[in-house]
Structure formats: C-alpha cells, structure tokens
C-alpha cells in the first residue's frame, strides 16, 4: 500500500486538526485529498523569539539557581566529612553512611507525588519556594530535608512542560539540571575556600553550611514572588505573546491547558506496561546517578590526596559532567531524540565504574582520575532525558505531574541501594559498591536501547496501519487526550 508521508517543514505547518479524526476512523485507507494536510497555524517568528527569550531569561536562571542551592544542601555533607565533620559530631564506624541514607529515605517515600500534586493545584511557581525554604530551616534533620527536595525535580520538570514544547524541554530541564553537576564543582571550590579558614570557636565546615544555607532561603523568598504561576497570568508578555504561549503548548505539549486534577485520570498512565518499564528505567538509572553524586568525594580521596586537593580535584570531572549533560540534552531536543541520547551516558558511565573496580587507585592514580571523568560524564544527562522522555509521551497535563513524582521518586530510592553499598569496611576502594552501580546501569542501557527500538517498530505499525508516514511532531498534542491510545500517537524515541 502506499503511503502519504507527513511532515512539518516549518513551525508553522501543522497536520490539519480537522483530518484528524477522518485519520483515526479509516486505518488501511491511503488518505490521498491535498487538502487534508496543511497549514493551519501561523506563528510570526519575531514573536515566538521574543516568547522564548523571555521565558529563557527569567524562569531558566531562577530555577537553575534554585536547583543549585538544593544541590548544595543535599551534597556538603560529602565536603564537610573530607574536613572531619562527622568526627567532629561523634559518627563512628558505619553511621555517616546511615545519615546519607536516612535523607534517602524520605527522599524516595513518594512524598513527591502529593506535593506534585500541590505544584499541579496551586502552580510550582508558589509551591518549589516554600520547599526551598524548608531545606534549610531543618537541615540537620535529614529526614525532613529529603522529604521537601523530593518535589524539586518533578516539579520543575513539570513547570517547564507547561512553558516549553516537546523539541525544546531537554535542553532547558538539561541547563536547570547542570545545577546539580556544577554543585558539585561549585561545592568543592567554596569548600576548598571555607577550609582555609581557621577560627578557635567554629570549625571550618560550620561555615560551609551556613554560607550554603543562607543563600538558599534567601532566595527562594526571591523566587515566591518572582516566577510565573501561568503563562496567562505572567505580567512580561505581551497579549500577542500569551496567546501565542497557549497555542504552542496545545500544539506540541498538552491535550489542555490548565485542565483540572482528577485523580483517577491521574493516575491512569499506569495502567500501561510502557509506564511499568520506564519505572524500572528510573529505579536502575538512579545507583550510580546517586553513587556518582553522594561518593565522587570519597572515590577521589581514594586516590590518596589530601583534604584540601581532593576537594579540589573534584571539580574539573563535575565541570566535565555539565558539558557532557548539555551536549547530549541540545543535542537530544535537537534531533528530537531520546533513547540513544540516553544509551550513550549510560555506556560513559558503566565503563568508568568498570575501570575503577579493576584497578589499584593508588598503583594507577592517573587512570583513576580519568575513571572519575567517565563517572560524572555519563551520570547526569540519563536522569534528565528519561525525565523528558516520558514527559514527552505523556500529553495530559495531570497526569504528566504524577507520572513525573512518581518516577522521579523511584530514582530517588536508588540512593538507598547506593548508600548501603558504599561502606565503611571497603574503604577506600569500595569494590562492592563500583561493581553494584556498574550493574545497574548496565541493567538500564538494556531497558533503554529495548525501549527505543519497540517504538520504533510500533511507530511504523500504526504507520502501515494507517497509510501515513507520521512523526510525533505530526500531530497536534491537543487531539492526543487518550495518549498512546490514540492510533494517531506517534511516540518521541
């Protein structure tokens, strides 16, 4: 049979919505009538550039600054124990482990998901601040810290899906999440600045947390009054440019803006086995996402550096990891790509744990490094383009939110697998926990690469089914209210 090959040549052809339904009713019919795909939206580029210019400079920079305050006060607790705090507060044998692991705790309890569901009612401009606020205020109760930074990520991600279309999310989740690489680098240059510090009164990693802390609460109070709850309601456009924001996310993002939160419909995704393996992709992704970031300190101090140079030598493979997060996530939105933008990470990072485990890092210190690089080059980006990835595919507005808790969640309770691995007694090199890690991202690129390939082959069935050739950037998102249901959904792979 022949086929009627449908594409978008610019942003302003679209598959006319009125040959939509005609399209979902006739499978194995060849639609042939010219007039059944056109152009029907026009966007004027001049506004759509200044649309994104504007949410690009002022909702980008506040959430990313946000996310690395978060970062820093999840991670200092890595650089305060290169310093000897957890001597200093009396935590013997294995219980600065089991404090890293109480954070985990509540960090992957799903209390994500109600709080999404607040982020969802009440809008994540209000919401994420006042999460802010209490990262800080309870700090030294570890549990509660992990309960207020479990909404960030699915929060954010999916604020940004409401601003930002389908082709265009990675790269901005992917500079909001360069946050969490850089805290990293950032974290160990204020460490490295901080531990110079020599005060008869306070120890040196007292002032790293205040330091820290102070600047997280501070602006978040910022950031409450700042950030926009809705296009609609955001005062710095223009009435062109907000209904141009609506009619960009009904075209490549939602089914409806706004729509209200049902939570039967919420949570309807996962009467699909798709959501059951991208679950387990999130659950194996999350050890050595979580190793890489609660660990780097303690691998490089393995190569038997001292206090101040480990702190130091930690920063140029976190400075790698953000390029390598940025490459890959510009480039994923760029080819409107996941699943190999995905595989390649994954592949960076099992090969530098790998190396790691097979080596003496003290006989081969210069090797080990490099291991390190490998590390923090694959560790990022898989995190944020599975994020995407299943934002993507999932068009209605409610249940992207839940969807979104609930498996950001599951990659936060891989820290509990990580942080029991890494232990006191396989100091320093921690073969058991490298060898762990290495097995579950191996676990998670075959996940990946089988995913993307069933989408593929079920993208070109319901092509043949229906006599077209359809990409996902084809149809509309606003006639997908079913979702993959649809005969007319196109997966993003």
Known sequence: MDKVEVTRSSIGQAVDLEALPRLESNYGHKKDEENEVGSTITFDPAIQRSLLRKCDWFILPPLTFMYLCNALDKGNVANAKTDGWDKDIGLTGDQYYLLVMIFYVSFSSNFGTPISIFVKKFSAARVLPLMM???????????????FESAMLPGVVYYLSTFYKRGELASRVGLFYAAAAIAGAFSGLIAFGVFQIHNPHHHSWQYLFWIEGSGTITFALFAFFWLPKTSDTWWILTDEE???????????????????????EAFKPFENPLYWVWAMISLSLGVPLASVNNFLPQIVASLGYSTVKTNLFTVAPN??????????????????????????????????FVVLGCIDPITHRGVAYFACFLLTAGASAPSVLVATWYNNNTPQESRRAVVTAVMVALANASGLISTNV????????????????????????????????????????????????????????????????????????
């Not at 996310?249 to 039967?264: A, C, G, H, Y």
């Not at 953000?322 to 960076?348: C, G, K, Q």
């Not at 359809?470 to 792979?493: C, H, K, V, W």
Request: aromatic share 12%.
């Open 133 to 147: 606020i209490g990262f800080v205020k309870i700090f030294a109760i570890r549990w509660f810290l992990g309960i």
């Open 242 to 264: 907000k209904a141009l924001a609506r009619r960009r996310i009904l075209e490549d993002s939602s089914s409806e803006i706004n729509e209200k939160f049902n939570f039967r």
């Open 319 to 352: 400075i790698v990891g953000t390029v390598a997060l940025l490459v890959l996530t510009f480039s994923s939105d760029y080819f409107r790509e996941r699943s190999i933008h995905v595989a390649i990470p994954l592949a960076i990072s099992l090969s530098g």
């Open 422 to 493: 890494f232990r006191a007694q396989d100091e320093p090199k921690y073969v058991p926990a490298l060898a762990t890690s290495a097995a579950f991202g191996g676990l998670c690129l075959i996940l990946v690469a089988g995913t993307g390939f069933w989408m593929r082959w079920e993208n070109r069935r319901r092509d043949k089914l229906q006599g077209v050739v359809l990409t996902a950037r084809d149809i509309p998102t606003e006639t997908l209210s079913q979702g993959p249901l649809n005969p007319s959904f196109r997966f993003m792979y």
